[in-house]
């Protein structure tokens, strides 16, 4: 028996059935037939409601699912997004220090050259000094070589003129 067989059946029992006394739209049927008919509808639904409520379920279970996963996505999106963003400060961080550390760098290099600038300038004039010195040594014991040499007797004429060129080419 199909489905509008057993409906038709429910509705000539109902057509059948005495009406209750006093209350004309109330009608007393045999429980137990009707029962029997609401079994045989169970029993003779079409697979394709049967399949349909499969696919309810099976709908409901991959929505669940993907509400986990798409939970489980953005939870790690968002742990990834909070990394990022702290490597970002870190990094930003490294920058900074990295650009403070070159100034002051920069800066002890400028000074150490100004300080080394300052003591050549300092060991040439000391050089310039000592060699003003020596210079002025020198004149005065060649000036005292000639001065020996002109009054020195001992030394014959050729010699004497021999030195004194000499003297007077340096």
Request: contains cysteine.
């Amino acid at each position: 028996m199909n489905i509008d067989e057993i409906l038709e059946e429910m509705d000539e029992l109902l057509d059948k059935s005495t009406t209750v006394p006093f209350v004309s739209h109330k009608k007393i049927v045999d429980g137990e037939r009707m029962r029997e008919l609401i079994n045989d509808v169970r029993l003779n639904l079409p697979n394709e409601l049967k399949e349909a409520k499969k696919i309810e379920f099976d709908c409901q279970r991959i929505l669940d699912e993907a509400k986990i996963n798409a939970e489980g996505i953005i939870r790690r999106a968002e742990d990834k997004a909070a990394m990022l963003c702290s490597q970002e400060v870190i990094i930003s961080e490294a920058k900074k220090k990295a650009v403070d550390i070159l100034q002051k760098a920069q800066n002890a290099a400028g000074a150490v050259q100004k300080q080394a600038a300052l003591s050549v300038a300092q060991m040439l004039n000391d050089a310039e000094s000592a060699h003003e010195k020596s210079l002025a040594t020198i004149k005065q014991t060649k000036e005292k070589l000639q001065t020996t040499l002109k009054n020195s007797p001992a030394l014959n004429e050729s010699a004497r003129k021999a030195q004194e060129k000499l003297l007077n080419e340096s």
